[in-house]
């Protein structure tokens, strides 16, 4: 069974994806994590925070409790504001009472400043969003994860709440108002990459008018990779092991699908975006991979700076490295930013 435990942060919340220049993916974003590193109900097989020796694996949940408190404080304190992402190592709406209201807290103080924030979660339980006061704040979307239709594929590597019950949850956020894009993420070739299941999915999503998709294959470090293949082989899909296993290479540093299997899904699922009119990003894949302008992310929100009221305005995408939209003179008046991957927290302020 397990317990969520309050417990006291004292460092920042506000923090930059780690990624340095040479290997940058991502734009600029503001990570809040309201639980430590880790600790996820969920347990998805292949997270890359759990795989990493200092995560837990208990039955504790430890909740940074005074999250909202240190967000308003540092909003209060800086001038450049990336969009903020609730979170990037563990699921914000975790089925825990001191999980959710905390992360609806700090959302809450972050639509008070005006900045941009994207929700990433697998759980129903983000429909809590619809009974807050800032339902209709324009400046928040919800990045669902659906990894594949087939729920007893999903369950044997991941104890996140059941695919259709999160597709329920994404139809009445949609219907509601909100922004909703939805992240096929990972795709596990081998395993979750049938081509008429991920049809039926698109198809699915784009009859609840999502717009757009971000997917990937997956990274996985060694003990990822095989707690991943554990868990497929304990679930009943041995056959689906042996594929996972032989398709993803292993780089000196971490397993990824092969070249050749990886552009053929991407061009298949680029096709399918295609069909049915929505957008698609590559998560941590190279700019360049495949044709077009796919591989972009699109699903953080803008990067804003404090006017005289003491609000934050939007300026721009905080894609500074690759998508100024002035090199010379940036609207955030701010230039390290087109070279400090990750960010200093002084460059904000």
Same mark, same amino acid.
């Given at each position: ?6 417990v006291?942060?004292?460092?920042? /919340?506000?923090?930059?994806? *780690? ?18 590193? !880790? ?5 998805? &097989?292949?997270?890359?925070? $759990?795989?990493? *020796? @200092? ?6 949940i430890?909740v940074?409790?005074? +999250? ?8 209060r ?7 903020? %992402? ?5 699921? *914000? ?6 999980? @959710? $209201? ?11 400043? !005006?900045?941009?924030?994207?929700i990433? +979660? ?6 809590? /969003? ?6 209709? %704040?324009?400046r ?7 990894? &594949? ?5 999903l ?8 695919v259709?019950r999160?597709?329920r ?5 949609v219907s ?29 999503? =784009? =009859? ?7 997917? =990937? ?12 293949? &554990? ?12 594929? /996972? ?9 971490? %397993? ?28 941590q894949?190279p700019?360049?991979?495949?044709? !077009? ?20 305005? *939007? /300026? ?16 955030c ?8 991957y990750?960010? $200093? @927290?002084?460059?904000?302020?």
């Open positions: 069974m397990f317990k969520a435990i309050p006291e942060r004292k460092s920042r /919340v506000i923090h930059d994806f *780690p990624y340095s220049v040479e290997s940058r993916r991502c734009p600029h974003a503001g990570i809040v994590n309201i639980t430590k590193s !880790g600790h996820c109900v969920f347990d998805c &097989a292949y997270c890359y925070a $759990k795989s990493y *020796p @200092w995560s837990a694996n208990g039955h504790f430890e940074y409790e005074n +999250t909202p408190e240190l967000l308003d404080n540092e909003l304190t800086i001038r450049t504001c990336p969009p903020l %992402y609730f979170c990037a190592v563990t699921d *914000p709406f975790q089925p825990f009472d001191l999980v @959710w $209201k905390t992360s609806l807290d700090a959302m809450r103080i972050a639509a008070n400043h !005006g900045v941009f924030f994207t990433v +979660t697998k759980s129903d339980l983000a429909l809590k /969003v619809l009974e807050t006061r800032w339902a209709d %704040y324009e928040f979307r919800v990045s669902f994860t659906c990894e &594949a239709l087939n729920r007893n594929k369950s044997a590597i991941s104890n996140a709440p059941d259709f999160r597709l949850a994404i139809e009445r956020l509601a108002g909100v922004n909703v894009s939805v992240r096929v993420d990972p795709i596990i070739s081998g395993l979750t990459d049938d081509y008429g299941e991920l049809d039926e999915l698109f198809q699915t999503l =784009s =009859s609840m008018d999502v717009r757009h998709v971000t997917t =990937s294959t997956g990274s996985f470090n060694s003990r990822a990779f095989r707690k991943l293949l &554990a868990r497929i082989e304990e679930g009943g899909y041995a056959e689906s092991a042996a594929l /996972v296993r032989s398709r993803y290479v292993f780089n000196g540093k971490k %397993y990824t699908l092969n070249l050749k299997d990886r552009l053929a899904l991407y061009t298949y699922l680029a096709s399918l975006c295609d069909h049915y009119d929505m957008g698609l990003s590559l998560c894949e700019l360049n991979l495949i044709p !077009g302008d796919a591989t972009r992310c699109r699903t953080l929100g803008e990067l804003a700076i404090r006017d005289r009221s003491g609000r934050f305005i *939007p /300026v721009c995408g905080s894609d500074c490295l690759n998508a100024c939209p002035n090199a010379e003179y940036p609207p008046k701010n230039e390290k930013l087109r070279t400090e990750p960010f $200093k @927290w002084r460059t904000l302020r």
